[in-house]
């Protein structure tokens, strides 16, 4: 497994990367987990090669305290990488990506400016930003998302599909604890008894689905209200957002569902932010 630590390194390996056939990318924060590791089998299970990216993306944080509290292990990420059969991993250090003058980004305007968006603002333009230039960088063929960040996943196909971008984009489906908790980097920041309750959240959505399985025609508010009072149930979680949205655009919806929605989660255990979600229909 080669790894690039600067962009330099990586566009002189870059000819003989995409000689070995369809390259994919798997873009992430670092401090893997199954969750991350799915997105390689994906990446592996149809590309002849693989490049993982870890970089922790300054411009996606809000928060300077949340960024330097982000976890990292970089020995035990690249052992897992290799184990994993990955023929790359782009390792920039955090000041190797942007130039100190940098003025360019990139915004799904709309979509960017709602839901999560609108809870963390610019955090939509960071990421786009950053993965336009991880693609410009890699080139890749294939890109691989995890669905748990559904709406950063829109984002990109909605940026790759505007800018006209020669790259395609494969979601894949949340990876779970065994309780149902999503796993996610910040996991490890919960106390014991935050571990505890967190998957309250997912709960929260098998409620919601079972209710739509029972009476295809409950409403979107009588859903959302099922959520609240479950997650309120809950002393040491602060709903911050229950979202019911369609799946394909995250248009607002109301009444009884007529197609396919997306049921969006931010959960605050203080001060960690969990996010979960569940594509339902109506059928
Ligand atoms: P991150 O390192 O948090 O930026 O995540 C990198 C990629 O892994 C993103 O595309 C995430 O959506 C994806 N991902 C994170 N957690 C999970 C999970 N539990 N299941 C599936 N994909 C995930």
């Known amino acids: 497994m080669e790894i690039y630590e600067t962009k330099s390194a990586l566009r002189a390996a870059l000819p003989d990367l995409r000689a070995g056939g369809t390259l994919g990318l798997v873009p992430t924060m670092g401090y893997l987990h199954e969750g991350h590791l799915a997105l390689i089998r994906a990446a592996r299970a149809s590309c002849d090669r693989v490049i993982a990216s870890i970089y922790v993306n300054p411009t996606q944080f809000g928060d300077a305290e949340d960024l330097a509290k982000y976890p990292q292990d970089t020995d035990r990420d690249l052992a897992l990488l290799r184990a994993e059969c990955v023929d790359a991993v782009f390792l920039p250090d955090p000041d190797g990506m942007y130039d100190p003058a940098a003025q360019t980004i990139v915004e799904t305007t709309e979509l960017a400016s709602r839901l999560m968006g609108a809870l963390r603002p610019g955090h939509f333009r960071g990421v ?14 294939r890109a ?11 984002v990109i196909r909605t940026m790759v599909r505007d800018l006209d971008m020669a790259v395609e984009i494969t979601g894949v489906p949340t990876q779970r604890e065994p309780d149902g908790l999503a796993m996610s980097s910040r996991n490890v920041r919960l106390t014991p008894a ?9 709960a929260s959505l098998d409620r919601a689905e079972a209710m739509l399985r029972s009476d295809p025609q409950t409403s979107v508010e009588a859903l959302a209200a099922e959520i609240e009072a479950h997650l309120g149930s809950e002393p040491l979680a602060r709903t911050e957002s229950v979202d019911i949205q369609d799946a394909a655009t995250l248009a607002d919806l109301s009444g009884p569902l007529a197609g ?3 049921i969006l989660l931010a959960v605050r255990f203080d001060p960690v932010l969990l996010i979960d979600q569940r594509v339902v229909s109506p059928a």
């Not at 786009?128 to 063929?141: C, G, H, S």
């Not at 935050?194 to 997912?202: D, E, L, T, Y």
């Open 128 to 141: 786009a930003t950053v993965v336009t230039k991880l693609f410009n960088l890699v080139q890749p063929e």
């Open 144 to 154: 691989f998302f995890g669905e748990k960040d559904y709406q950063q996943l829109l």
């Open 194 to 202: 935050q571990r505890a309750a967190a998957p309250v959240i997912a």
């Open 260 to 262: 396919p929605a997306v």
